[in-house]
C-alpha cells in the first residue's frame, strides 16, 4: 500500500458496481447524469436522502481514487456539478478521453 493514499494496488481493480456507474455516464446524453439516475442505478431510491448520499459519495470517491492511482492523473474522473437553481441537485460527468484511458478496465 501506498501510505499517502487510500488505494492499495491489491484495490486497483473497479467493482462491478462501479463499472455499471462509469458506463452509465459515459453512454449518458453528454456524457452526464443527474444524482437521481445514480441513485437509481444503485438501487437507492426510497432509501433515506443521508443513505443516498453517502453511497454516492462513497462510490464516487473510490471510482477516482482507484483512476488517479492507475494513470497517476490527479484530476477526477467522474466530476460534479451543482445544478444551478437547486443547490442540492448534482450532475456527474466525464471527459470522453479520459474514459478512453481506462475502458479496457471497465
Known amino acids: 500500500c501506498d501510505w499517502s493514499s487510500d488505494v492499495c494496488s491489491s484495490d486497483l481493480k473497479f467493482e462491478d458496481h462501479e463499472k455499471e456507474v462509469v ?3 459515459y453512454e449518458a446524453p453528454d456524457h452526464s447524469v443527474n444524482l437521481y439516475e445514480v441513485d437509481y442505478h444503485l438501487g437507492s431510491v426510497g432509501k433515506s436522502l443521508d443513505s ?3 453511497r454516492r459519495s462513497t462510490l464516487m470517491r473510490s ?9 497517476g492523473d490527479n484530476h477526477a ?23 478512453e484511458e481506462i475502458k479496457h478496465l471497465v
Not at 456539478?81 to 460527468?93: A, Q, T
Open 23 to 25: 458506463k452509465l455516464i
Open 77 to 99: 474522473l467522474i466530476a460534479t456539478k451543482r445544478v444551478r437553481g437547486d443547490r442540492r441537485m448534482f450532475h456527474y460527468f466525464l471527459d470522453p478521453k479520459k474514459y
Open 52 to 54: 443516498q448520499s453517502k
Open 63 to 71: 471510482i477516482n481514487e482507484k483512476y488517479s492511482a492507475i494513470t
